[in-house]
């Protein structure tokens, strides 16, 4: 028997319907947040000044170092980590990196 589940991602903010993860980090700590689209762009528009005036920081490309959906991802095997995530309902990208909370339920799921 096949199963499928459903992601809803609602908004961390204000409680409604969320469009996306929004990734960052600040003093060295990665943080997801998930947005509505208006939220998210508030979130990027109120970070804007900040990010035109730093520099990115050398060696990271994000917090991919830092996160599991980073280098932790890599250690495992990113396509069987897709492949379980889509056939278990998650919604992805089919390129880029794995959200933190797909690669933890993925390491539940398979422990």
Known sequence: MATKAT??????LDGGAADET???????????????AA????????????????????GTA???ARRPG?????SLDAGRIRRWAI???YQMASRGPIPDRIVEDFRASNT
């Open 87 to 89: 056939g278990n309902g």
């Open 62 to 64: 994000g917090t991919a």
């Open 39 to 58: 939220n998210a762009a508030a979130l990027r528009s109120l970070l804007a000044p900040y990010i035109s005036a730093g520099r990115k920081a050398k």
């Open 7 to 12: 992601v809803i991602l609602i908004d961390d």
């Open 22 to 36: 929004v990734t960052f980090a600040l003093d060295g700590a990665g943080h997801e947040i998930d947005l509505s």
């Open 70 to 74: 980073g280098a932790a991802a890599r």
